[in-house]
């Protein structure tokens, strides 16, 4: 079946195939928070991107393979709830953005940085940091050597403009000017996008509104 992205929760996984990884997306309760898990292919090493919550649906995803390890975008609570029950049953390596450790109370074994580059068996990640929404937010870029790249961006870019700023002017123009130059100015329209909450949509379906977004101011 096409991928779609489309997850409701309690639902099924939608599971995007590449040529070198694959990608399954959930949605689980309260916040209708997305968790990601991908596999590497060639490997079979898995790596889930935010144990939201729902700790049940996300081992039952990981299933009998495990997982290598556990990234959290950023520090907000909805994004890291069952990410301690996680680690305990896995024993998976734990991945945060370096400034927004200090907000995640479960350690983080390996603190990244603008420009790290995360692995999951043969499969490179890149992380690129984007100020605003949080200090810290890291957004993961697999710019696929089989097509186009795929970027799972956490709550910095959703369909219809970028995380919430809390009416911070600063911290909007931060956000908005980080995904500019670290996605829009580098990567295709075919890019797919992967949120933190919600449906996917490229960069291409977004890329014509980001002026209206800048004089919206959010």
């Given at each position: 079946m096409t991928y779609s992205g489309v997850v409701k929760v309690d639902g099924p996984a939608d599971v995007h195939e590449l040529t070198a990884l694959m990608i399954s997306k959930v949605a689980v309760g309260p916040m209708n928070n997305n968790a990601y898990l991908l596999r590497c292919r060639e490997?079979?090493?898995q790596m889930l991107i935010d144990a939201a919550n729902d700790t049940a649906t996300l081992l039952q995803l990981i299933g009998d393979d495990s997982i290598a390890s556990v990234v959290t975008t950023h520090r907000h609570g909805d994004h890291w709830q069952s990410l301690?029950?996680?680690?305990?049953?896995?024993?998976?390596r734990t991945?945060?953005?370096?400034?927004?450790?200090?907000?995640?109370p479960v350690?983080?074994?390996?603190?990244?940085?603008?420009?790290?580059?995360?692995r999951v068996g043969r499969v490179e990640l890149n992380v690129?940091?984007?100020?605003?929404?949080?200090?810290?937010?890291?957004?993961?870029?697999?710019?696929d050597p089989h097509g186009h790249p795929h970027v799972f961006t956490g709550d910095c870019l959703f369909?219809?403009?970028?995380?919430?700023?809390?009416?911070?002017?600063?911290a909007f123009a931060s956000l908005l000017g980080g995904i500019e130059e670290k996605l829009f100015d580098r990567l295709s329209d075919e890019t797919w996008v992967?949120?933190?909450?919600?449906?996917?949509t490229t960069l291409g379906a977004e890329r014509p509104h980001l002026a209206e977004w800048r004089a919206r101011g959010w």
């Amino acid at each position: 079946m096409t991928y779609s992205g489309v997850v409701k929760v309690d639902g099924p996984a939608d599971v995007h195939e590449l040529t070198a990884l694959m990608i399954s997306k959930v949605a689980v309760g309260p916040m209708n928070n997305n968790a990601y898990l991908l596999r590497c292919r060639e490997s079979g090493e898995q790596m889930l991107i935010d144990a939201a919550n729902d700790t049940a649906t996300l081992l039952q995803l990981i299933g009998d393979d495990s997982i290598a390890s556990v990234v959290t975008t950023h520090r907000h609570g909805d994004h890291w709830q069952s990410l301690q029950a996680v680690v305990d049953a896995t024993g998976a390596r734990t991945y945060a953005g370096r400034y927004d450790v200090g907000g995640i109370p479960v350690a983080t074994d390996v603190p990244v940085e603008d420009g790290d580059t995360i692995r999951v068996g043969r499969v490179e990640l890149n992380v690129r940091r984007l100020i605003g929404h949080t200090p810290g937010s890291i957004v993961l870029i697999y710019d696929d050597p089989h097509g186009h790249p795929h970027v799972f961006t956490g709550d910095c870019l959703f369909p219809g403009g970028v995380g919430n700023t809390h009416d911070d002017p600063e911290a909007f123009a931060s956000l908005l000017g980080g995904i500019e130059e670290k996605l829009f100015d580098r990567l295709s329209d075919e890019t797919w996008v992967y949120p933190g909450h919600g449906h996917d949509t490229t960069l291409g379906a977004e890329r014509p509104h980001l002026a209206e977004w800048r004089a919206r101011g959010w």
